[in-house]
């Protein structure tokens, strides 16, 4: 891309995180994005074919980096299982919100606050239903394995993951500061870890 198109691409995606936080998805105006990169509708349409595109190009790279952690830490936590080695609670969703979240909350709130009306809208429910989906094939391996894992409906499942998942993202939703999101972090890993480990048979 040549350096002046780079530059106008990088100008659009500044207006634009703004509009959308500013307004959300729904009300967001393309004219003003465009005014406010300084260029033209019909230029910025070059660039975007769509609103929807647009709040797409800003939204995936977070989805990406938490689909990234998210495969390579069911990956370790099997290999850890399955060998023996190393502490299986050395690595959980709350090192995924201290290493891929809270450094990139804004990206997680125009995700999670600003998304009505896109096809991330229901992000926070995909992402619980990708987590239920995932412990209920490792609870098995977990049990021949040795483990006393307690027997637990689907249902019941999604109930417990859709308050600790919740419980994780509220920092990023209600825009807490980068301490306070950290003190409440530690809460939610001392208030949940003891259940999901009774459950698992830790």
């Known amino acids: 891309?040549?350096?002046?198109?780079?530059?106008?691409?990088?100008?659009?995606?500044?207006?634009?995180?703004?509009?959308?936080?500013?307004?959300?998805?729904?009300?967001?105006?393309?004219?003003?994005?465009?005014?406010?990169?300084?260029?033209?509708?019909?230029?910025?349409?070059?660039?975007?074919?769509?609103?929807?595109?647009l709040f797409a190009a800003l939204a995936d790279p977070a989805v990406q980096a938490l689909n990234d952690w998210l495969e390579s830490h069911i990956a370790r936590c099997t290999e850890r299982l399955l060998s023996g080695e190393g502490d299986l609670w050395q690595d959980t969703e709350i090192g995924m919100m201290r290493q891929v979240v809270y450094p990139r909350m804004e990206d997680y709130?125009?995700?999670?606050?600003?998304?009505?009306g896109t096809r991330y809208e229901t992000f926070l429910h995909d992402l619980v239903e990708y987590h239920q989906a995932k412990m209920l094939e490792f609870l098995p391996l977990l049990r021949r394995?040795?483990?006393?894992?307690?027997?637990?409906?689907?249902?019941?499942?999604?109930?417990?993951?859709?308050?600790?998942?919740?419980?994780?993202?509220?920092?990023?939703?209600?825009?807490?500061?980068?301490?306070?999101?950290?003190?409440?972090?530690?809460?939610?890993?001392?208030?949940?870890?003891?259940?999901?480990?009774?459950?698992?048979?830790f």
């Open 1 to 53: 891309m040549p350096r002046d198109k780079r530059e106008s691409h990088e100008r659009i995606l500044t207006a634009a995180r703004e509009e959308f936080m500013a307004q959300g998805f729904g009300n967001a105006s393309l004219r003003r994005i465009a005014a406010a990169a300084g260029l033209t509708a019909a230029a910025l349409y070059r660039h975007f074919e769509s609103k929807e595109a």
């Open 109 to 116: 709130r125009l995700l999670l606050s600003r998304a009505q």
């Open 145 to 201: 394995q040795g483990y006393d894992v307690r027997k637990i409906e689907p249902k019941e499942l999604h109930l417990f993951l859709s308050a600790y998942t919740t419980a994780l993202f509220e920092p990023v939703i209600h825009d807490y500061t980068m301490e306070e999101a950290l003190h409440c972090l530690d809460a939610v890993e001392e208030f949940f870890m003891p259940g999901w480990q009774r459950i698992m048979g």
